[in-house]
């Protein structure tokens, strides 16, 4: 079973019209596991944007593991290094993962995630 871990900006899609992330990735990964990056956590209280609080109390009850501290795009990018596949929308993660031919999860049609190929 593939771990996916979500970048802040598909939390936050959540609440800027897109559909609820989760539900997103289990279309795009049925059996995956999702979890919140305790990185991603902190970049959240950072925001302290309406749309970042409600996605803080959303994710509360959610699986959060800790990946390292530190700037959240690092972090993640080392999880992938260790099998695990991303959720994000940051371009310049998303090429950082592509130059080592790592697969992540990125909005595609503003409604829907697709796996991306690394190579």
């Known amino acids: ?5 979500t970048d802040t ?17 289990a279309k795009a990964i049925p059996d995956a596991k999702i979890a919140i990056p305790s990185c991603v956590i ?8 309406r749309d970042a609080k409600t996605a803080l109390e959303f ?16 972090m993640l990018f080392g999880a992938a290094q ?8 940051d371009k310049d993660l998303l090429g950082r993962l592509k130059k080592l031919n790592l697969n992540a999860l990125k909005i595609r049609e503003k409604t829907k995630l697709i796996l991306t190929e690394g190579n």
Not at 59 to 74: L, R, S, T, W
Request: glycine residues 10%; hydrophobic residues 40%.
């Open 9 to 25: 900006n598909i939390i936050l899609w959540t609440f800027n019209g897109g559909p609820d992330f989760r539900e997103a990735i």
């Open 59 to 74: 994710c509360k009850d959610m699986n959060i593991v800790d990946i390292g501290n530190g700037y959240a795009d690092d």
């Open 82 to 89: 260790n099998g695990n596949i991303i959720a994000t929308n």
């Open 1 to 5: 079973m593939k771990t996916v871990l």
């Open 42 to 49: 902190s970049e959240l209280e950072k925001l302290k944007t």
